[in-house]
T-cell receptor, first 113, second 112 residues
Framework: AQSVSQHNHHVILSEAASLELGCNYS??????LFWYVQYPGQHLQLLLK??????LVKGIKGFEAEFIKSKFSFNLRKPSVQWSDTAEYFC???????????FGTGTRLQVFP | SQTIHQWPATLVQPVGSPLSLECTVE??????LYWYRQAAGRGLQLLFY??????ISSEVPQNLSASRPQDRQFILSSKKLLLSDSGFYLC???????????FGPGTRLLVL
């Protein structure tokens, strides 16, 4: 069965620090990959996605993620975080032969000014 | 543009009472619809999904059921709530190619 692992459960950073959140998945076939973000009190919203092409994907608010097929990874990065990036971040994977998204357990990011 | 609505936003119900949570989508036709439960530290668990009216797939055995009486309406129900049904319930939709899912604001359910 497919699974998604987010090893960082809680990350605390100061503003301007660099961010990298890990995401690994287990599925050998073709996948679509997603990062969603949930700001306090708001909807879960799409941050970025990878379907095909350039494995380095740029999303909203300066976030990017790199798909490394050989490592089954899709890590999220931002060179300089802001206090407003405080949120919970979810990685998700969908294989091409299903309509279902499999989510990781989420990473809670706290950024202090 | 497409929008997704859920209501109520918050619900407190006694154990053994029935449940009905509603989700509607505007601005699209024949969407795929999904119900998830979000628990702290456990991510999102897919409960049900539907590719069309009257077509429901259940992902996990549980005390809940889902129905899709209209193209853009998805309902989550229970005949008798359990304490363990407490949680945050999210509805989502995607296009018929099921590529990207878009989420509603959620319903927080507390069963006492």
């Amino acid at each position: 069965a497919q699974s998604v692992s987010q090893h960082n459960h809680h990350v605390i950073l100061s503003e301007a620090a660099s961010l990298e959140l890990g995401c690994n998945y287990s599925y050998g076939g073709t996948v679509n990959l997603f990062w969603y973000v949930q700001y306090p009190g708001q909807h879960l919203q799409l941050l970025l996605k990878y379907f095909s092409g350039d494995p380095l994907v740029k999303g909203i608010k300066g976030f990017e993620a790199e798909f490394i097929k050989s490592k089954f990874s899709f890590n999220l990065r931002k060179p300089s975080v802001q206090w407003s990036d405080t949120a919970e971040y979810f990685c998700a994977v969908k294989s091409h032969n299903t309509d279902k998204l499999i989510f990781g357990t989420g990473t809670r990011l706290q950024v202090f000014p | 543009s497409q929008t997704i609505h859920q209501w109520p936003a918050t619900l407190v119900q006694p154990v053994g009472s029935p449940l009905s949570l509603e989700c509607t989508v505007e601005g699209t036709s024949n969407p795929n619809l999904y119900w998830y439960r979000q628990a702290a530290g456990r991510g999102l668990q897919l409960l049900f999904y539907s590719v069309g009216i009257g077509q429901i797939s259940s992902e996990v055995p549980q005390n809940l059921s889902a129905s899709r009486p209209q193209d853009r309406q998805f309902i989550l129900s229970s005949k008798k709530l359990l304490l363990s049904d407490s949680g945050f319930y999210l509805c989502a939709w995607s296009g018929d190619r099921a590529e990207t899912q878009y989420f509603g604001p959620g319903t927080r359910l507390l069963v006492l």
